[in-house]
Nanobody, 121 residues
């Protein structure tokens, strides 16, 4: 069994900062890509940022220069530092990880339960 547990969401004023964390636990052999996605009611979940195991990152244009994704492979944890937050960043943020559970297993995507981020104007 594998779990992804997110933390760090909350309410912040525009221009403020938040740091999200997501820790993976359970039967894990290795983790490939990890990432953050977000979703608002009535819209599709969208990519925010991803990070490969060796650190290559990818960002949505809307967050470039404001958000930074990082990971600690020893802790099976991914972070999202969010600065200069805007009201349009308000959403439920989900972490995602491609997890390999055994030496001959293929990577399987797992999702966290989501954490609410609300940015007030």
């Amino acid at each position: 069994q594998v779990q992804l547990v997110e933390s760090g969401g909350g309410l912040v004023q525009a221009g403020g900062s938040l740091r999200l964390s997501c820790a993976a636990s359970g039967s894990i052999f290795s983790i490939n890509a990890m990432g953050w996605y977000r979703q608002v009611p009535g819209k599709q979940r969208e990519l925010v940022a991803t990070i490969a195991r060796r650190g290559t990152t990818n960002y949505a244009d809307s967050v470039k220069g404001r958000f930074t994704i990082s990971r600690d492979n020893a802790k099976n944890t991914v972070y999202l530092q969010m600065n200069s937050l805007k009201p349009e960043d308000t959403a439920v943020y989900y972490c995602n990880a491609d997890i390999v559970r055994g030496i001959i297993s293929k990577p399987t995507p797992y999702w966290g339960q989501g954490t609410q981020v609300t940015v007030s104007s």
